[in-house]
């Protein structure tokens, strides 16, 4: 499985951004794809996650302001990012769970200005 996220920018507090992690590969074996991010000295953290059946789960910091949803017909999963602030700055992964592996996608920055 190989993931591609893109839609990271420079956006003012406030604002949106939507990022999108684009799946090829094995794609049928995907379980869950979630979004993580990683702040500058700060551990990797679980955003938001999304399940083949669309179940999906956010952490409290950004429940009521980002949504995930995916699109099976395109193997994409998007992150709607609402009402930024300066804390969303991160990097942001996609990663995907099988019943044998996971998988990282490359990270793509997001820098909210305040």
């Known amino acids: 499985v190989q993931l591609q996220a893109s839609g990271g920018g420079l956006v003012q507090a406030g604002g949106s951004l939507r990022l999108s992690c684009a799946a090829s590969?094995?794609?049928?074996?995907?379980?869950?794809i979630d979004w993580y991010r990683q702040a500058p000295g700060k551990q990797r953290e679980l955003v938001a996650a999304v399940t083949t059946g669309g179940v999906t789960n956010y952490a409290d910091s950004v429940k009521g302001r980002f949504t995930i949803s995916r699109d099976n017909a395109k193997n994409t999963v998007y992150l709607q990012m609402n009402s930024l602030k300066s804390e969303d700055t991160a990097v942001y992964y996609c990663h995907a769970d099988t019943d044998w592996n996971d998988f990282w996608g490359q990270g793509t920055l997001v820098t909210v200005s305040s």
């Open positions: 590969g094995s794609t049928f074996s995907i379980i869950d």
